[in-house]
């Protein structure tokens, strides 16, 4: 770690961190069945249960090992993982009361019905075998009736790439600028184009999930 990381680290460490993030939120509404996905000879998809994760070897990545226990023993997410060997090759986590988006500090409530897809993480041997497209259609086959969040930065298209293969739209754009304990928040839909600026943190999660 360098000298300027090492100062960002201890500034956001102590709150005072400032930064201009942005992230492109996807929404894919309820709908009918879709049929599941064709999984990879050898794989098997499910969600993992706290007590399995160092025996699937769970690889860390988003979250560490005991933050990982932790947010499945507090029971309001669950870990998909494809599985193959005795080892989880990739996973996502489907959040369904509350939308932890560490990116931003933020946390939003989810309206019943909805959930919050993310933290995806395929390990790089395991990349471009459909594993990220086949967890997003094994939940969508699993459970059709919920309306489904996710987002990604902008730079990322790989992920761009993949909405766009599960034909999920993107909604909006949320921009956030953070100067130590003051943020402000900017929305930006992409159905009409129209902006909010100065989006209350209070008005956020009916911003970011609420019914347009
Ligand atoms: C992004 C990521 C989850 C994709 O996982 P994956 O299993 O390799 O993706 P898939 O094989 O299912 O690919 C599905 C589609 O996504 C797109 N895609 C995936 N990787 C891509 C890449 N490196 N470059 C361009 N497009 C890519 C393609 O359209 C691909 O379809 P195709 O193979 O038919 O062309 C994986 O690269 C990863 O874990 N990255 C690091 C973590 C990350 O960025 N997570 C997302 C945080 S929001």
Known sequence: MNASDLLAYY???LGLS???????FYCRQAGAPQPPPQLPDGFEFRFVKPGELESLHYPG????????RQWLERGDS?????????????????????ARIDYL????????????????????????????????????????SLTMHSACVKENLPMLRLFAQLQWGPRLILTVWKLAFLRWYRVERTADGSIRRHVRAGDLPAELFGDD
């Not at 599985?83 to 990739?90: D, E, L, T």
């Open 105 to 144: 500090d933020l946390e939003a409530r989810l309206p019943p019905g909805h959930v919050y897809i993310s933290k995806v993480l395929v390990l790089p041997q395991w990349r471009r075998h459909g594993l990220a497209r086949a967890m997003y259609q094994f939940i969508l086959s699993r459970e059709p």
């Open 11 to 13: 500034l956001h460490r």
């Open 18 to 24: 400032c930064y201009r993030r942005q992230l492109v």
């Open 61 to 68: 990545g988003w979250l560490k090992l005991p933050a990982a």
């Open 78 to 98: 669950d870990m998909l993982a494809s599985i193959q060997g005795g080892r989880i090759c990739s996973y996502l986590w489907v959040e369904r009361h509350i």
